[in-house]
């Protein structure tokens, strides 16, 4: 039998709010445990209650749902947060995003959405409306196109080179001889990868190459 998932329901006007109770209470694993209108009391009552997941208004006085969620996410590391709104905001989304939230959801479709919404953020994996998917593929593809360094790309021309070649098998003198650089050159480039990538060893970098498609599997 599935656990309960214990929520924290936060938002200033108590019609939405039992209109999102409504929607989760419907489903047998959600269970609203307590309920907040305002960023601050939200604080609270995560304090003295025992919750699993907050949802959250972004527009709430006092303290938002935004400043709310940071506060919430240093309190409790394990708390799951989803920011519920009316704003299809883009700047909002991001906010939410660094503000630990890990999901963003439409009042307009909460009756469609806040349910998957939900179970998603249990099972640590993000909820996206399909606007805020958009917005992310624009903000990459702006990042990319001004030469910002993106997650897949933080890599030199010279490094990419080393790092299939040392993947591929290569011994050190080898890739010195296929680069025409030193042995003391080569080292410092795979010290450099490890460092840069976060590995540990050969095998590591190797699995990062494969995933990078440096490599065949």
Same mark, same amino acid.
């Given at each position: 039998m599935t656990e309960n998932i214990r929520i924290l329901? =936060?938002?200033?006007?108590a019609l939405v709010r039992r209109g999102v109770r409504l929607i989760l209470d419907q489903e047998p694993e959600l269970q609203v445990v307590a309920e907040a209108g305002d960023g601050a009391d939200a604080i609270e009552q995560a304090r003295r209650h025992d919750v699993d997941l907050a949802v959250l208004d972004i527009a709430m006085p006092r303290m938002t749902g935004l400043q709310a =969620? %940071?506060?919430? =996410?240093?309190l409790k590391p394990g708390l799951r947060i989803?920011?519920?709104t009316m704003h299809d905001n883009e700047q909002y989304f991001f906010q939410a995003l660094k503000a630990g939230a890990s999901g963003y959801v439409l009042k307009s479709v909460a009756d469609r959405d806040l349910v998957a919404a939900c179970r998603a953020a249990m099972r640590d994996e993000p909820f996206l409306y399909p606007g805020a998917v958009t917005a992310l593929i624009r903000n990459y593809l702006d990042r990319a196109r001004h030469g910002e360094e993106t997650p897949d790309h933080v890599l030199t021309p010279r490094e990419e080179e080393v790092l299939k070649l040392v993947a591929e098998g290569h011994s050190s003198q080898s890739i010195a001889d296929l680069l025409y650089i030193s042995i003391k050159t080569v080292q410092r480039h795979r010290a450099n990868l490890l460092h840069k990538l976060g590995? %540990?060893? %050969? #095998?590591? #970098?190797?699995r990062y190459a494969i995933r990078a498609g440096l490599i065949e599997p």
């Open positions: 329901l =936060a938002d200033d006007h =969620a %940071r506060e919430l =996410a240093g989803l920011i519920l590995l %540990r060893d %050969r #095998l590591e #970098l190797t």
